[in-house]
């Protein structure tokens, strides 16, 4: 045990700055959805229905990440340095990857998720497309055709004929299951549609496009050939194309940039925009130009702006039950995101309810039910009144719309409180569900509610009864009681949660080892207001000193002293209740001509057992007399746990 002391002198100039400690302190969702992608990068992403599969190139990781719906990842085909662009089978059994930097296309099961062939093409692949059960395949500025239906795989290369493809952006595919035999081609500013019905590529037409393209689609009635980047009118938007003479046709205005194109198997067409600020996915039925659906993506980056769309990173559910994005941050985190039933109109359903209203009393309750296109007159809503006594909600009457989608009705509330009254949409196939709500404030009576003990001091570790006191109510006569001890490292919890006695009382008993506010809570019913009374008590600390080092006891009058020759140094060896960075106060005070003298105090911390043992340097001179007191001093001692407590004084003197 190390000791350090502090002297005591003769005079009242008592000094308590050596003082030291003998022992020291020891150091103690169907909904839309979103989920994060496992890549570095994203290439190209396609959805395989008949599985409820989406596939995820990454061509920096150089390899395949599947999903199901919802975004969670259910397998990862690795090993495929600078993989690409996508294609699923006509029979969705195949998935087919164009591998770059093999120079190959591999193919996948779809139901094992296993690489079951690896087909050398002698370029490096990129965007692919499946037609009548050929892949086709961009290269370069050109693209080819893989054949693997006869007992050797057949590669076609170079088959653009004479088109001058020549832009940076790469070479786009696009077809359409619906349209058997025809591709388009698009690269730098030009467009082109080709017969592929024989061995190899006939073009039919070819024409002009902007350079900005990032994607091509088709739509699956082969009219028109759908750009990522295009005029209506100079400004931004998905350009659209005649397929037999690439005429330029109206197309869909979005928001700014442009970055992706996708037509769904019923014509509904997806196009995708990077937009910090602006929603990044819009939808358009065919020929519409007023998109029926937005999405506009969160900010997860650290930016003003919100997570914005991967180039072509958009794919539609063969349903048109779902269209999938993939978005960025700035923090270079992808995310799968499913976006649900883009093809309907999202409805809006406006509530109105008073703002207060009587218990007892009728009110009424307004609203009205728009959309892009209308809804009809009579168009059926359920409502729902939530209260205290129906929390789950209660059922009432149908209401229908009139023909401008207003409705109203009355109700009259028989429980007091918030009354929530929630009006619900189903939907249609061309309508999503909406729902709407507005609440009530109904008055409620009050009660009484009253709690004992506050404010009172208790021993350390005594047994106190708090008892709360509820008054008149209606139905509920439950309280609970809650204790929360002073210090962070206490939680509140709950004592006791019970319906009071005949007299209306619930008593809970308390350990007092620290400060601690009780709470009472009577969560009120239909007729009588919730209410908290809150009763803070006080507990001290246990606080004792043991003396050591003296050679006998004694009384000088009626006090009791203790002994120690004048080159003794005293020991005073204080317990008391342990708290991490607690300290005792050593007060020490000095008898001169009949009174006792204040000489100072220090403040010395607790080690783990609660101990703190302090030397007195000693007198040096006989008739020296003294004494000492530890305290644990809210707030000074180190924490604000439990009340002031001041331990009993200790006396002793010096002598020869």
């Known amino acids: 045990m190390r000791r350090r002391s502090i002297s005591i002198a003769t005079s009242l100039a008592v000094v308590l700055g050596s003082a030291s400690l003998i022992t020291g302190v020891a150091g103690p969702a169907a909904a839309d959805s979103a989920k994060v ?3 570095k990068a994203v290439g190209d992403i396609i959805v395989d229905g008949a599985h409820r599969r989406v596939y995820v190139s990454d061509p920096a990781g150089g390899k395949i990440v599947v999903t199901d719906y919802s975004g969670t990842v259910k397998a990862t085909l690795t090993g495929l340095s600078g993989v690409s662009g996508l294609a699923l089978s006509a029979d969705s059994g195949q998935v087919y990857a164009a591998v770059k930097n093999g120079n190959r296309i591999i193919s996948v099961e779809t139901s094992t ?4 062939a690896s087909y050398p093409v002698g370029v490096a692949p990129g965007d692919l497309e499946v037609v009548d059960g050929r892949i086709w395949f961009a290269h370069g500025t050109n693209f080819g055709s893989l054949d693997v239906s006869g007992p050797e795989p057949v590669v076609h290369l170079a088959q653009r004929g004479d088109v001058d493809f020549s832009g940076a952006f790469g070479m786009f595919l696009a077809s359409d299951p619906a349209v058997p035999g025809v591709l388009v081609a698009g690269n730098g500013g030009r467009l082109a549609v080709y017969d592929v019905s024989a061995d190899g590529a006939v073009l039919r037409v070819k024409g002009d496009m902007d350079t900005a393209v990032r994607q091509l689609d088709l739509t699956p009635d082969g009219e028109q050939v759908l750009t990522s980047w295009g005029d209506p009118e100079y400004g931004y938007g998905l350009g659209a194309y005649s397929a037999t003479d690439l005429t330029e046709r109206p197309g869909y205005p979005i928001d700014a940039y442009p970055n992706a194109v996708r037509v769904a198997p019923d014509g509904s067409v997806a196009g995708g925009s990077s937009s910090w600020y602006e929603p ?7 020929g519409d130009a007023v998109p029926v659906r937005e999405y506009d993506f969160p900010n997860t980056g650290n930016s003003s702006g919100a997570d914005t769309l991967v180039d072509g990173a958009l794919a539609w559910a063969p349903d048109s039950s779902r269209v999938f994005a993939v978005s960025e941050n700035t923090y270079g985190t992808y995310t799968l995101r499913a976006l649900t039933d883009p093809t309907k109109e999202l409805p809006a359903l406006k509530v109105s309810a008073p703002g207060t209203s009587e218990r007892g009393k009728k009110l009424t309750v307004t609203g009205k039910l728009t959309s892009r296109t209308p809804l009809a007159a009579g168009t059926a809503l359920k409502v729902t009144r939530t209260d205290v006594d129906s929390p789950d909600g209660k059922a009432l009457a149908a209401v229908t719309t009139k023909a401008d989608g ?8 028989p429980a007091g409180g918030k009354v929530t009254y929630k009006v619900s949409y189903a939907g249609d196939a061309t309508h999503a569900p909406a729902s709407g709500s507005d609440a009530v404030d109904v008055p409620r009576k009050a009660t009484s509610l009253t709690l004992n003990n506050n404010g009172k001091l208790y021993a350390y570790g005594k047994d106190v009864t708090f008892t709360a006191h509820l008054g ?12 929360d001890p002073f210090g962070s490292d206490k939680p509140k919890k709950l004592l006791k949660t019970a319906k009071v006695n005949s007299s209306g009382n619930l008593s809970a008993t308390v350990d007092m080892t620290r400060d601690t506010a009780v709470t009472a809570v009577f969560a009120g019913d239909a007729r009588y207001a919730s209410k908290t009374v809150k009763s803070t008590a006080y507990a001290q600390v246990k606080v004792s000193t043991a003396v050591s080092k ?4 004694g009384r000088i009058g009626s006090t009791n002293y203790y002994y120690f020759h004048k080159n003794t140094d005293p020991v005073f060896t204080t317990t008391m209740t342990y708290y991490a960075g607690r300290k005792q106060r050593f007060q020490l005070q000095v008898y001169y001509q009949g009174s006792w003298h204040d000489s100072g105090s220090q403040y010395f911390s607790l080690g783990a057992g609660g101990k703190s043992a302090v030397r007195l340097e000693a007198a040096g001179t006989a008739g020296v007399r003294a004494r000492m007191r530890s305290s644990y001093v809210n707030g000074s001692s180190g924490d604000s746990v439990n009340s002031t407590t001041h331990g009993a004084w200790k006396y002793f003197t010096f002598t020869n």
């Open 280 to 286: 990044d996915v819009h939808i358009h039925r065919p």
């Open 37 to 39: 992608l496992p890549v």
């Open 113 to 116: 998720y296993t690489q079951t």
């Open 406 to 413: 207003g409705f109203s009705f009355t109700d009259t509330p």
């Open 550 to 553: 003296h050679y006998k006891t």
């Open 472 to 483: 008149t109510t209606y139905k509920n006569r439950t309280v609970s009681l809650y204790a």
